[in-house]
């Protein structure tokens, strides 16, 4: 299967465990131009956008809640009726830019998007207890909603510090569901460790941002010379 690209596409996936930095890093690379990666971009493409999981699986009919729980409900049930591909496919509609999809987190899906698209796979890799410790910082309450919570919700007497309990108790849910897509070793997950760039994700986000920059303006022109030749 030979990458559908255009030379004014370029496609690239983010993966790594929750807590990782993932989002975090696709929206500081969706703030910059073409040109920030290497002067010659800006000839080339229009501009470098995030492309959200949630878009894809909206775009192939999802219509249910963001939260975590909901949308790997969604997207699970679609691989299992073989329509994984389908989702992914949503990207065909996308022109001139570079464009980088938040998140892959499936080893089929990160194969798939390499064959069928020439995506460029970029692994955030940092220890488990650190992605945790982030990943529980985090106080979206509606990404976190799962279906203990809901069930709390009745109780019109909680109190603050109750409330402050279940938010805990729903972030270590969505924790260990997010997780659970890794394997059996999420540390070591395949999909990871065989990305075509890996990055210390434990390091400042200052210092990964900029890394992150430099190194696909060097991967992005060498795949470019690649395809001229």
Known sequence: MSPENTSNRFFIT?????????????????????????????????????IPMRWLLSQHGYKGSSTVEGMQNYHRKEREAGNG?????????LENGIFIVDAIRNSDDA??????????????????????????????DDKHSNNYVREQIRNPYASENTWNDYRIAARENTWELALSEYGEDPENSEHLHNSDIQLDAGVSYDSLATHTVQILGEKINSRLLDNMQ
Request: glycine share 8%.
């Open 111 to 140: 194969r798939y998007m390499r064959k069928k698209l020439g995506a460029l796979s970029i692994g955030l890799i940092v220890p488990i207890d650190v992605a945790k410790e982030r990943f529980m910082l985090d106080n979206n």
């Open 85 to 93: 591909p389908a989702i992914l496919d949503q990207l065909q509609k």
């Open 14 to 50: 983010l993966s790594g465990l929750p807590g990782s930095g993932k989002t975090t890093l696709a929206q500081y690379l969706d703030s910059i131009r073409p040109g920030e990666m290497d002067p010659s971009f800006s000839a080339l493409y229009r501009s470098v956008r995030t």
